[in-house]
């Protein structure tokens, strides 16, 4: 067993070093010290998993439940803590749950979970035997370079509360405004924004379908080059493509030498004057 054990938490570490590692909230993030659960590992798991408390912020997704920035006490003898900023995809054990439902949860809150072993991919895959709020939060709780890492991988965050409308999910891109209008350039290489090289966009004026309170979002604060996120639902099929977004944050501060001659030529061609 002890072997096993350490071949485990080698593959962990090496995953970790090839994975997220610097992400941008992490300083100022505060992740609980956790200690590894007193389980009879042989009678109570499938597989004979190891199993430990692990406290991180949940993201929901399309289909994934998500946890980032957790510790986790190794099972080595020294009980030695090891601290990650990868994202673990987790779903329930046969025969287990939570204290409260995983469908009650949102993007942003802070939860705590037994989880066994991590799988070694990407997202690393884990399951769990049961699950705590700790505190309920929103989607600044997750590191910006954690949700960037995912969108490379087609991965969105779903925002706000969990509906049978279509979802609301966060998008990355660069943003450019000119006289009259507000443009994203979409920087995902996966996703409903992927194919889309100029979007339109403007604050939401429905918010019944979403169930979201869009009464703060404003594109006022963003220039042209700054790189952004906005919460999109739906896209109108028109040229060029139009979105009401649901909300909006800065990722990074840009110029507008930051933003591509040829789109700034294309906007022309299509009577758009850049600020």
Known sequence: MKSKIKYIVLSILLLTAVLLSACSKAEDTEINTVTISDYSNAENTEFNDEIGSITGYYMRSHTDYIIFEHSYTSLRPESHIETYYEPVMIHFAEGKEGDVPMDSLKTGDKIEVDIGLIAASYPGQARIYGLRLVEEGDVSNIADQALLELEDCGIHAVIG???????????????????????????????????????????????????????????????????????????????????????????????????????????????????
């Open 161 to 275: 509360e969990k509906t049978e409308q279509p979802l609301v999910t966060r998008h990355s891109g660069y943003f450019v405004r000119t006289e009259t209008e507000c443009f994203l350039l979409p920087a995902e290489k996966y996703g409903m924004l992927s194919g889309i090289d100029l979007l339109k966009i403007h604050p939401a004026l429905d918010v019944e379908s979403a169930g979201i309170d869009v009464s703060g979002v404003s594109l006022d604060g963003f220039k042209t080059g700054d790189r952004i996120w906005v919460d999109v639902m739906l896209v109108q099929e028109l040229y060029p493509p139009i979105a009401p977004i649901y909300g909006a944050a800065l990722i990074e501060e840009g110029e507008v030498s930051d933003i591509d001659q040829s789109v700034i030529s294309k906007l022309g061609e299509l009577g758009y004057t850049v600020v």
